[in-house]
Nanobody
């Protein structure tokens, strides 16, 4: 059973860079045809796909966030990371990591993924 666990700061100041890590157990992030995604859900809003790292290490980004988002992975630790720069209060959300065996559609809900973490709440505030 693959399990994902998000970790990172719960509070970030505006203009700083948010860094979140997803640690994967029960499966390898290098497994063929797997995609490892980051998503978020702001208060009162729907789920938003931010980007994904493929099993080969290729990164895919939501176009509107491409300039602020950086995805990376560490195969030795079996984890992948999201960095979101120049955060504002609009980036306040619950952030999730998730796994799928195809590149996600941006309309997917968490139930469309094969596995997902419990989510971590991030507040951007001074």
């Amino acid at each position: 059973q693959v399990q994902l666990q998000e970790s990172g700061p719960g509070l970030v100041k505006p203009s700083q860079t948010l860094s979140l890590t997803c640690t994967v157990s029960g499966g390898s992030i290098s497994s063929y045809r797997n995609y490892w995604s980051w998503l978020r859900q702001p208060p009162g809003k729907g789920l938003e796909w931010l980007g994904a790292v493929g099993s080969s290490g290729s990164a895919f980004y939501k176009p509107s966030l491409r300039g602020r988002t950086s995805l990376s992975r560490d195969t030795s630790k079996n984890e992948f990371t999201l960095e979101l720069s120049s955060v504002t209060p609009l980036d306040t959300a619950v952030y999730y990591c998730a796994a799928s065996n195809q590149l996600p559609d941006t309309s997917w809900t968490l139930n469309d993924y094969d596995y997902w973490g419990q989510g971590t709440r991030v507040t951007v505030s001074s």
